[in-house]
């Protein structure tokens, strides 16, 4: 059964870059069948998709944060990271990393989560 | 982006209750929708997907509807382990975008 594990700084300052990365077990982020995501969650508030990575390393992200988002993959570790460049509070949220069935259901695992704080 | 829009945003039931949220797309995406429950500090759990199948597992009061933009998932009698919130999520086109969200406390 695939695992999924974030991982990263729980403190970030303002304007600094978030980096995070998904560690994946029991499952090969070269499959074919899967592309592999980050959601965010702001306290309090409700799910955000961020984007995400196939395995020929294309990638796809929400507008709203298209210019500050980056999702790479390395295959070698069997990993996939994030980075959020240029962040404020509003970037405080909980996040995870996810893996998406190319087909149904969707998404059908789920990292449990790294809360990121964004302050000085 | 396709923008998907839920409601209500919160309801107060009781158990026993029959509770129907609904989910509108802002373009048509045939059945690719999902939906998600999240208890707080936990991961969101699927719940239905394609519309109207039920993930392995999930009880049969709850149930999925609709196609192209109005989808809707109702619980036909609320449950102690069912309040919650709620998520309708797209799968029609990238980015695979969430509804805002519903949460349904207890009255």
């Known amino acids: 059964q695939v695992q999924l594990q974030e991982s990263g700084p729980g403190l970030v300052k303002p304007s600094e870059t978030l980096s995070l990365t998904c560690t994946v077990s029991g499952g090969s982020v070269s499959s074919r069948s899967y592309y592999w995501s980050w959601i965010r969650q702001a306290p309090g508030k409700g799910l955000e998709w961020i984007g995400h990575i196939y395995y020929d390393g294309s990638t796809n992200y929400i507008s709203s944060l298209k210019s500050r988002v980056t999702i790479s993959l390395d295959t070698s570790k069997n990993q996939f990271s994030l980075k959020v460049t240029s962040v404020t509070a509003a970037d405080t949220a909980l996040f995870y990393c996810a893996r998406v069935y190319r087909g149904w259901p969707g998404v059908d695992s789920w990292g449990q989560g790294i809360l990121v704080t964004v302050s000085s | 982006d396709i923008q998907l829009t839920q409601s209500p945003s919160f309801v107060s039931a009781s158990l026993g209750d029959r509770v129907t949220i609904t989910c509108r797309a802002s373009q048509g995406i045939g059945i690719y929708l999902a939906w998600y429950q999240q208890k707080p500090g936990k991961a969101p759990k699927l719940l239905i997907y394609?519309?109207?199948t039920f993930q392995s597992g999930v009880p049969s009061r709850f149930s999925g509807s609709g196609s192209g933009t109005e989808f809707a998932l109702t619980v036909s009698s609320l449950q102690p382990e069912d309040f919650a919130s709620y998520y309708c999520q797209q799968l029609n086109s990238f980015p695979y975008t969430f509804g805002q969200g519903t949460k349904v406390e207890i009255k």
């Open positions: 394609a519309a109207s």
